[in-house]
């Protein structure tokens, strides 16, 4: 498990929403863009398009859990946001992985 910090400022964000190419699937939408550090940092989103904040939470932590599982694969330098879905509440950390896993392969970012 590699390192990584957090997006925190809203331009942060936004940079990665507007430059970034975005790669959906059924329980979240990643948007990956190259960075200005040279190291990985993540965001994460959960609207309240989501339910409750009990809601919110938990699905922040499916995410973190599941890009905890992938990070070590992920080159440095790269800036990615991950925005939740409603489907995000049925699902478990390790098909949000594995699916985290096939985007980054489809957009050639995996590192064995």
Not at 24 to 50: D, F, W
Not at 69 to 98: E, F, M, Q, W
């Amino acid at each position: 498990m590699r390192a990584y910090t957090k997006l925190k400022q809203n331009w942060e964000f936004h940079r990665a929403y507007n430059r970034g190419v975005s790669l959906v699937a059924p329980s979240h939408v990643l948007y990956v863009c190259k960075g200005k550090k040279n190291e990985l940092r993540l965001g994460i989103t959960a609207g309240k398009k989501i339910g409750t904040a009990v809601s919110r939470n938990r699905a922040k932590r499916v995410i973190t859990a599941a890009f905890d599982a992938c990070a070590s694969h992920i080159p440095t330098g790269y800036d990615c946001v991950v925005v939740a879905r409603t489907r995000i509440l049925n699902t478990k950390s390790n098909i949000v992985a594995a699916s985290l896993e096939r985007q980054l392969k489809q957009e050639k970012l995996w590192v064995e």
